[in-house]
């Protein structure tokens, strides 16, 4: 199979980096096209970027010379790291353009005609595109997105027990890395020795309907909500990576333990099953010991694209609750739009 | 009025330290007596003691000496910061010998004759004093205990609305400080860059019991417990000191958040009317600012003794959620039985 | 006698907070006027200040109505907490319109007729000031200014072994703190599971220059530099506040390890003698401890204005080493200037 | 090639741990024996050790027995990671026994006939072997150690200019991970919003001999030292991994820092020559941006093998100075010891 040229929109940034990384060695797909604001273009990758991830810059990317946004872009698929108000100008005129656009940006997610998709939890959605193009009059082009950081461990937990006993609440309290906030993001006298029990305005609404639309039915044109009651509290605290919430549940049909269990440990979703080249095996790690998961040891499980789940007991004000954690910008971000493309690709939908 | 002659058990240890620094100019009480284990005794305080306190040492305290744990200590009055085994075996010994015991430990608060007490909450549960002789056989001795320290945020931040509107169920998550864990305590390669999504098994056990305990009903003997369904996930954050917990609730007489705000507000309860020296004016804050409390800003509101509250908004599977904050080691533990002593001198009850 | 009306000059920011909080009750001085950018003024100093500082803001000072920069302030005694753009425009212009400025500024720190003062190692430079006033054709104003953060606890600790044993030669590695860089200052991102090696161009430079200057010989119009060779290598780590210094140091008359501590040991400068109201009694604390001095613990020692002194022990290249440490805010930055200001008061020079 | 089957001593600790990750897929090695304290034998792998290290636990290793320690170990090559006083007990024994010992403990690493040994620095100090073993009677076993973490960056970076120049003294701080304490090692308390200036009475007396003996001349039955002079100033940081230091470098034969910078960008040691599995490429990393090394972008260059240099530039005291940085528990620890191995393997020695 002849590689997908690709590109990666806003690279220089966090996200932007982090999408570097991952298609730095793609089976599918070839990184060509490196494109951020008019400050970076005409400078090499690595002059315009200030790299803050671990693993050092592949060095292959290192000379690529970093372009100015535009619609001429030569690839035909586009990872979007752009921040929202760029994302909310590009993405939909890269689209038009023709572009097929896979977009981490929130700013389409919540389009009635844009699939917000885990591809895990609701491939099906993809079915919206039919719709998407048909309605904005688009012919090739495209915008897929991936869900907010924090939705990631919630929803990945929740689809394969909303499937077999209906969610109907859940209270959920987030834990956030300070990657989920970019760079320069939170301020060091913010974070050290302290916690900020408040993220933005918008990130406890995410957290309500994210997991409502992808949790929902598909109806060709749109999707029904799956109208579950969802109370968010979200916290930074001074973690590097890696999103940790505590969740307790009501469910309809109630389960007990072992079924929850069960749900969990024979789930085996598309991506799993076709073997997509960053879906990780299995998707839901349960870990038994009581004290995990923890970021710091279990935020790189499945090179960071797996949710660890643990401490599954009773909850004396709904049904049941437990911890679980995701990796915020690996399968939290530029992951989640990876391995949506990924999933286009072998669906032959590319 | 003369001071009062107290010592401290386990003086040595964190929770010790605390007491010691609190009861250092106190107007009420004489701090004459530090015991500790025979490790300790016949040193001085400064030698026997690894400081962990950011404010240095009493200097008067520096020089006492330790003594070993016994029945023949030369005070009347006893604040107990011992680990929950000795608890066990010198509390009760302590007590009967005819001292009055004022402890932080686990051993005694969920016995049915013995207060767990919050002067702001329940003083009236100090009338089981007279059951807790009686049924025990001590004359002049008593044992009066002060809640867990991540008991305190939910029960401050509940007393007054549960008088109002009544509580019916709560789902609580903690952050919890690395200082609750005593000294050596947590290790730093557990919790560095990293959350601890477990404290023991029997933490969230007491967060369930002891709000229901220092809530409920004082019936001469014994207490009704309150009755308040409590699910709470603890987990330990990087945080030297306060305790933050996230809350959602649940109200029998549903309460608008006005009212709410006012059933706090407006709380003026007894240690505050009676001035205690150590009672923080006022016992809660409410904080107005989206990004409030925060462990590092907040802890030390009220010298460290007033609970702070803020992000109050609907919850949309409770009825609303907030978020509130103690500091753990000064109000949270020593500053605690503090409190409780004075309250007890202020009534003549000593 | 009768309070002084004083300023604080950028009262908004990190170093202009630590102002406010220092000076919210002064023996000598009343905080009356706030002056911040045009951003803030008009607002109360409640609503302008982003507050950082973990005790609270003096309510007194909470509705106090920040004003706009000007040369029309109702007070005679301004303490500057500007950033160095600011300061370079401003301090000149209100020392020449009448006004006594104490600075923590870098801008004039160098100039040969400005004291960059340490009131316990060179009060006699404030005889600069009659050059200062007679160059500059100021009459009734001038600026004296306080040394770099840094610059403290090295400074402090070679005073007494200057003025004794003769400093040749200092080479240093600092263990800065992040509220060292104000506010927003050093992304999470950066200093979490992370130290910088690196503060700015001018940091290691300031640790050269400023020691020789204030160890220098007065000379009625200008000071002779010291002329001790210093190398510094300067570091950010994650700690809230405190520097801490690694020292090693030649010296001209070899002294031994005992003559050294007596030097520090019996060092009683003249706030010391004066008993000067933010004078730590006394300025050099030795711990004998192997693991001292350490941020956490030693840093508010003397309210934040002493400098700690620990690990005197002989140094295999040059003669001895040692670590010292000194609160970065208080003694660093405002409480440095205040004790400036207090000096003059005393010595009745204002 | 058949490979050679190797164990680990001490299999379940923080160094064990590593030396289990970085012999799970090695091309010479066989990892088919893992020992430990009598608490652990007959456990598995899994259930034995309290996994500390970020990437899981190798799956074919964790269902492997854990053996008690005893000289009919089968396998003939032993990786150790033993505290020191097992290490005296053991390795010797085992070494006795014909047993190859590559041991990171500090137990034997000064004695006159066993080698000291980083490949690139000092390979010829294998020679030692030969009167090892005629010294204790040994026939095939034979002790081969690691320095300690601390003395890596210092030596790898002096090591080419010690060649060329001529060393002659060192004044170098170090700030150190908490890795490098092992687990539970460093209490949180004690390093959160801190730092710690002491790490142990031994640790700058190591730093000081160890590289004196490794950068030593090779005379046929001993090492005669270097004859540097090394201050060090040893500090713990609050890092997960990847030590710090800063040195200060005065040489006989006064190179430009040209000169410098060419010995370290041309050196080609025998590891990298001969190509080894776990050999950094290159083994020294020079970077030109002002703010590098920094333990968390820089700790897993070269997969935690290499040592990353910047910010050379003169010394106003001695001659130059620099930062440098290694990752403690792989170059500095487990990782050591297996490149030792390496070096003995493709040299035929073994």
């Not at 590109?7 to 089976?27: D, E, K, M, S, Y």
């Not at 790299?51 to 690529?64: G, K, N, R, S």
């Not at 005129?93 to 981490?104: I, T």
């Not at 994210?210 to 001074?238: T, W, Y």
Request: hydrophobic letters at 40%; proline letters at 7%.
């Amino acid at each position: 199979m002849e590689k997908i040229k690709v590109g990666v929109l806003g690279a220089t940034g966090a996200v932007g980096q982090r999408f570097a990384q991952l298609l730095a060695n793609h089976p599918y797909f070839d990184l060509t096209v490196l494109a951020a604001s008019e400050r970076s273009a005409g400078k090499t990758y690595r002059q315009a970027a200030n790299w803050v991830l671990t693993d050092p810059m592949p060095p292959h990317l290192a000379d690529l010379t970093v372009q100015d946004m535009s619609t001429e872009l030569e690839c035909e698929l586009l990872f979007s790291a752009l921040p929202t108000s760029q994302a909310t100008e590009w993405e939909g005129k890269l689209a038009e353009a023709g572009y097929r656009v896979f977009s981490n940006a929130g700013a389409y997610r919540m389009e009635s005609d844009v699939p917000l998709l885990i591809p895990e939890v609701n491939p099906e959605h993809l079915g919206l595109l039919k719709e998407q193009q048909a309605k904005r009059g688009w012919t090739r082009g495209f915008i897929v997105t991936n869900p907010n950081c924090t939705s990631i461990p919630m929803t990945m937990t929740l689809a394969p027990l909303h499937a077999k006993f209906g969610v109907e609440a859940v209270v959920v309290t987030s834990m956030q890395a300070i990657s989920g906030a970019g760079y320069p993001g939170v301020p060091s006298l913010d974070i050290i020795d302290n916690i900020l029990p408040f993220i933005a305005e918008s990130e406890e609404v995410k957290m309500n309907e994210e997991p409502n639309k992808m949790l929902g039915l598909f109806q060709s044109d749109h999707v029904d909500m799956a109208g579950i009651a969802i109370s968010a509290h979200c916290n930074r605290v001074p973690v590097t990576d890696g999103h940790t919430v505590t969740i307790s549940v009501r469910f309809k049909n109630k389960p007990t333990l072992p079924d929850i269990l069960e749900a969990w440990q024979t789930w085996q979703p598309l991506p799993q099953q076709l073997n997509l080249p960053w879906a990780p095996q299995p998707a839901l790690v349960v870990r038994s010991e009581q004290n995990r998961p923890q970021p710091r040891l279990d935020r790189n499980e499945g090179r960071g694209m797996a949710t660890v789940i643990g401490r599954l007991r009773p909850c004396a004000v709904l049904d049941v609750r437990f911890v679980a954690l995701a990796h915020n910008t690996i399968r939290g971000a530029a992951g989640g739009s990876v391995l949506n493309a990924e999933l286009m690709v072998a669906q032959g939908m590319l």
